[in-house]
């Protein structure tokens, strides 16, 4: 057999987590088209087979590059540095819909220097004509000595596949680190909670979402029971809404998903907290899991 671990890199927002649900045919991190949605290292595991040899590549979803701007930043940038030294090879993801910046080309640096193989996916690529894509390709080769470069649409699937065998090819022989029917490393509770951000995310702006978490308080039988944690009172109350229709909604939308998820109906009960600076707080951030 064929296995081992790929680091997903690159800039906050390129569809990292998109990416990685895809290449493992399951729901494995949550999306959002807010940054710094990913705050934790995430194992998804995706199985093949390629000329009748299987194959396991664990993938680790990282934060984005990031400067750090308090504890949890300096975490998450922590989690992306430690992840580095264990990775066989690296996904070094780029979004086709913006132009190769600075903040590309740093992590170019950051990437290449590692010594390790390197796979370019140039994501997003779907209603964008061939020529943009083609200058977009051209420019990404630049960055660095890269073993393959994909265009790809982890949306739509498109180029998927391909990206799947040349991730193949890199993994020499191992064992394999997940059973079968494992996507992720990922707890209950902890993908429960994440759901719930994922809604929360989808549903607020501006300065709400990276002072949003949400923490599973109590899972038992079909009762699932999930507060939601901001830093003032002026979240708070966006995130309840006028008489409770904010938050209803927010469990509205995660509760079939956490339904799927435990295999039964649940009664979802959802409460909105203040916890002041908690993303400071790093008593807080270990009680968060982060």
């Known amino acids: 057999m064929r296995s081992g671990f790929i680091a997903v890199a690159g800039r906050p927002n390129v569809g990292k987590s998109t990416l990685v649900n895809a290449l493992c045919g399951s729901k494995v991190a949550i999306v959002s088209d807010k940054p710094q949605t990913t705050r934790r290292r995430i194992f998804g595991v995706a199985n093949g087979t390629t000329d009748g040899e299987d194959w396991q ?17 300096e975490r998450m940038q922590d989690t992306v540095d430690r992840a580095f030294a264990d990775v066989d090879a690296i996904l070094f993801v780029l979004s086709a819909r913006e132009r ?4 590309d080309r740093f992590i170019a640096h950051r990437v290449f220097a590692m010594g390790k193989p390197v796979i370019i996916v140039l994501n997003k690529v779907d209603r964008l004509k061939n020529g943009h894509i083609a200058t977009q390709m051209m420019t990404s080769s630049k960055l660095g000595e890269f073993k393959a470069l994909h265009p790809v649409s982890a949306i739509t699937g498109d180029g998927i596949g391909e990206l799947r065998d040349d991730i193949a090819a890199l993994l020499g022989e191992g064992p394999a680190y997940f059973p079968p029917g494992q996507s992720s490393d990922v707890t209950t509770e902890e993908q429960i909670g994440e759901l719930v951000r994922e809604k929360a995310l989808h549903l607020t702006r501006e300065e709400v979402p990276h002072a949003l978490t949400a923490v599973v308080e109590e899972l038992e039988g079909k009762v699932v029971r999930v507060d939601i944690v901001v830093e003032t009172e002026s979240q708070k109350q966006i995130l309840v809404g006028k008489k409770g229709a904010m938050v209803r909604e927010i469990g509205v939308r995660a509760r079939p998903e956490i339904e799927a998820l435990l295999g039964h109906p649940v009664f979802l009960e959802l409460q909105v907290k203040v916890r002041p600076h908690w993303r400071r707080d790093g008593a807080q951030l270990d009680r968060f899991g982060l």
């Open 57 to 73: 590549a664990v993938l680790v979803d990282l934060p984005g590059f990031q400067r750090p701007l308090d504890s949890l930043t």
């Open 100 to 103: 190769v910046g600075a903040g």
